[in-house]
């Protein structure tokens, strides 16, 4: 019986777009509904502005933009907030899914059919009933925009 926990992951999921994604539960700080925004001019376009998390200021990015997504429609989007070695970071995301539990021998390489446009950003994938779920590399889709 421990052996399979060893070998189970959890990852709090989100949607973007109509793409099902997970960040591994230990890299996820929080989850928060929508929270006003303050700009930041001159900024890159893939930081949307910056939250008030009590009393912290933390960066918010546009992962749609990160992943070359078009703008979400009117909806306000949500935030998980992470881990980095700089402080926390929030990434806006369409909707927050649930935390889920996975088997590592269901690890998969990203299918060769994913958008280009953010395959090298995707670690792999979990088959799960009726869905994938993308892994997002966060060192590669946010850190490595955070330390440019």
Known sequence: MSQKILSEKQYCTFYLDNHFLGIGVR????VLKYQPMT????????????????????????LRKVMGLAHLDGRLPMNIVVRSDDGPLSLLV????DVVEVEADFFEDPPETLE???RHLIRGVYKLEGKLMLVLDLERAVFSLVDA
């Open 27 to 30: 890299e996820v700080q929080e």
């Open 116 to 118: 280009v446009s953010f």
């Open 94 to 97: 369409d909707e927050i899914g």
């Open 39 to 62: 700009s930041v001019p001159l900024a890159d376009d893939v930081v949307a502005g910056l939250i008030n998390l009590r009393g912290q200021i933390v960066t918010a990015l546009d």
